[in-house]
């Protein structure tokens, strides 16, 4: 850790940016606690760079921030540049946005996928901690998240939320939005996922399925009913993991 922070060189601000809100709270690295209370400021309906770098820079502000940073990203993000952005955007695409958030923010910025971030809180502190072998996290909300650890080492970046199940993305099948674009309850919804999941099953063979995203607190209402080979289990972050997992994120490399 760089330690620009002075005695509080253990905690690092995350952020995360999603399709309806963009969440932050400065992150105990030892514990995943959260030091401040969250603070959370609605996603701007074009979901732009200048727009939401501009409330990350008020995040910032709210927690008078001026350590490490680091930010959860609902795409793919290569050598901090970010080069997908489906449920943001197409501004986005190919952009240098960790060196151009470093610089509007004043702060050194890592960015890191969302799904990812939420992986690592759980493989570090949550459902899949100490878990050797092929973990699949999967996230529900706007888009439908995946990162897949083995033996607790991240395969960055992968997408199968737009793996196609009978011509159609997974995100347009199961993820919340669907779920409420569809109108669906709580049996046709887990029917869908468990579709979801019985064709990843098919492909990872994975040891564990952990599922987060902000429905993931519901998963007594869905989960019992979805009936695969592999074990299911909640994320046990649940809301807090992007941000956690950013955190971790950036501290990282230190
Ligand atoms: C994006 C992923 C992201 C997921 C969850 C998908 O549409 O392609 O990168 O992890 O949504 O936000």
Do not use: C, Q, W
């Given at each position: 850790m760089s330690g620009r922070n002075g005695k509080h060189h253990h905690r690092v601000?995350?952020?995360?940016?999603?399709?309806?809100?963009?969440?932050?709270?400065p992150v105990d690295l030892r514990t995943g606690e959260f030091v401040?209370?969250?603070?959370?400021?609605?996603?701007?309906?074009?979901?732009g760079?200048?727009?939401?770098?501009?409330i990350a820079r008020e995040l910032c502000e709210h927690f008078r921030w001026e350590g490490d940073v680091g930010c959860a990203f609902p795409g793919v993000i290569r050598r901090g540049r970010t080069l997908t952005a489906a449920n943001l955007s197409p501004e986005w695409?190919?952009?240098?946005?960790?060196?151009?958030?470093?610089?509007?923010l004043g702060c050194p910025v890592t960015m890191i996928n969302d799904a990812d971030a939420a992986g690592l809180a759980e493989v570090k502190l949550g459902a899949a901690k100490g878990i050797d072998g092929v973990?699949?996290?999967?996230?529900?909300?706007?888009?439908?998240?995946?990162?897949?650890?083995?033996?607790?080492?991240?395969?960055?970046?992968?997408?199968f939320g737009h793996l196609k199940i009978d011509g159609v993305e997974?995100?347009?099948l199961a993820s919340?939005?669907?779920?409420?674009?569809d109108d669906m309850g709580w049996s046709e919804w887990s029917a869908r996922i468990e579709?979801?999941?019985r064709e990843m099953e098919s492909l990872f063979w994975p040891d564990l399925f952990v599922i987060g995203g902000g429905i993931s607190k519901n998963f007594d209402k869905f989960g019992p009913r979805i009936e695969v080979e592999t074990a299911v289990v909640p994320a046990e972050l649940q809301n807090r993991a992007g941000i956690v997992g950013a955190a971790l994120a950036a501290s990282a490399g230190d």
């Open positions: 601000l995350g952020i995360d940016i999603g399709g309806s809100g963009i969440k932050a709270a401040e209370d969250r603070h959370r400021i609605p996603t701007p309906e074009a979901g760079p200048g727009a939401i770098i501009d695409v190919g952009m240098l946005a960790e060196k151009t958030f470093s610089d509007r973990v699949v996290m999967i996230t529900l909300g706007t888009g439908i998240g995946t990162a897949v650890f083995v033996d607790g080492r991240l395969v960055p970046n992968t997408e997974a995100e347009d919340s939005r669907a779920k409420d674009d579709t979801y999941l």
